[in-house]
Structures are given as C-alpha cells and as structure tokens.
C-alpha cells in the first residue's frame, strides 16, 4: 500500500477538496482507496456525509487502537472509495502533544489499512508541521502540500518545505511530492504570478504541473456531498484531478517506489 498525508503549513488552501477529489480519481482508476479524515475540523466527512459526526473514526482509533478496524470504515457510492471519518473523538487532546507522541498509534492505523487490502491511503492532515501532523507525515510514504496561489499564500511554503527536510532525518525514505497549487484563477494577474514566483524559488519539478483551478463547482459539490468529478458540469474538474492522479503515479515510479497495479495490488 501507499500512503499519502496531504498536509499544509496553514489552513483554508484548499487541502480537504485536494484530498476528497484525489481520492476519487484513484478509486476510478481501479485502486482500493481509503481517505482518512485526519483533521479535527472533520471536514472530509462532512463533505461527504452528512452523518460524520456519529460515526466512530481515525481519533477513536487513536484513543482506543484495540477498536477494529471495520468499525471505522465507510463504504462511498464508489465500491473502490472508502472512507475514515475524523470521529466522535475529534476533540481527543493532539494539538500539544510533542511529536513521536501519537507516532505508534498512526503506524499501527496504517498497517492494518494495508492488512485490510488497500492500494492507497490519503490522509487529510490537521495543518502545520507539528504533533499529529508530523507523526503521520513521518509513518506515511509520501506527502503532498497544496498552497493557495496568492501573494502571501506562497511566502509560506519554503517554510514548509524545510520542516519537511527536518522530518525526513527520522523518515529518510519520505518522498516529498511536491506543491499542489489551489484556487488558481488564471484571468487574475496576481494569482499567475504567484504560481510563476513559486517556480521560479523552487527547484526542478517541486511544483507540480497540474494547477486546480477556483472554481464555484467545488461549493456546490460539497454541498451536495459528492466529489466534485461526479456533478452534471464537472467533466473538466474530472479531468483536471484525473491528470494530478497520474503526474503522482509518475512521480511515486521516478523515486522508486513500486508503482500501483490495477490488479489490486500496489
């Protein structure tokens, strides 16, 4: 299996629509997916289930790892999407834990995810580089930043870049798959040229080619509690996320990872 924290430095970047949507184009593509809702907020569950506050989730299992596994499941329209709610312990006290506090916990989630025979697993981060957050970047085999492209948005991200250089000194075989660019209106000059500095102040493909654009049908998916992929309107964004799939894939291959299979397998 593969695992992938999408994580930030700083909320409302567009992380948890990332997440859901990246989700849903590995599942169409074939692959056992699980998008586990790490964040406190809970907002992958209520995006995609107006009934995620009452299920048992991923803080549950870390206040209680003998819960199994099946009880946290939530199977999605999608026979390949499944789904881990944040929990009715959301509120389980992480954020001043040190990191390598909660370090076993999300190791043992992980493996029986892999026992269980998932391809993949996203895992929606709570934001910033510290406590929880830093233990599942640390127990996961990659990870993906998205950053929201304005002015002050991008200032941020060497930052974050170089907490996740520190992380990698305990975790020397995490791939850093780059920066994911969010909210992307390509007729304002400003966002642009946010996504051009960044280029140009990162090195070589440390920002990915695919961009996901602003676009009010993310809104309406959610209020409807569907990846935005599945709306009447929203062929473009499948493809858009259907590209990020692949450029992943591609870049997972490159670093020598074993490729995922569409035999059920990774």
Do not use: W
């Amino acid at each position: 299996m593969i695992s992938i924290a999408v994580s930030s430095q700083k909320g409302g970047v567009g992380k948890t629509t990332a997440s859901i949507n990246m989700a849903h184009a590995f599942a169409r593509a074939g692959l056992r997916t699980l998008l586990v809702d790490a964040d406190p907020q809970g907002s992958v569950g209520l995006s995609l289930t107006r009934q995620s506050r009452m299920l048992s989730g991923f803080y549950d299992y870390l206040a209680d790892p003998g819960i199994p596994l099946e009880r946290l499941l939530v199977p999605t329209r999608l026979e390949t999407f499944t789904l881990v709610a944040a929990g009715q312990a959301s509120d389980y006290e992480v954020g001043g834990a040190p990191t390598g506090a909660h370090l076993a916990r999300v190791r043992g989630f992980l493996r029986a995810v892999e026992a269980r025979g998932f391809d993949i697993c996203l895992i929606d981060t709570p934001a910033g580089l510290f406590g929880l957050t830093a233990d599942i970047i640390a127990s996961s085999d990659a990870v993906l930043v998205p950053q929201q492209a304005e002015p002050l948005g991008i200032r941020s991200v060497p930052k974050m870049l170089e907490g996740l250089n520190r992380l990698r000194v305990i975790h020397p075989r995490l791939i850093v798959l780059g920066v994911l660019m969010t909210m992307v209106q390509n007729d304002m000059a400003e966002s642009r040229e946010s996504v051009n500095a960044l280029r140009q102040l990162l090195p070589g493909d440390l920002v990915l080619r695919t961009m996901i654009p602003r676009d009010a049908l993310f809104v309406k998916a959610s209020a409807r509690g569907l990846p935005v992929g599945v709306l009447e309107d929203g062929a473009g964004a499948l493809a858009v996320f259907d590209a990020l799939r692949a450029e992943i894939e591609a870049k997972l291959e490159r670093s020598g990872h074993t490729s995922l299979r569409r035999d059920g397998s990774a």
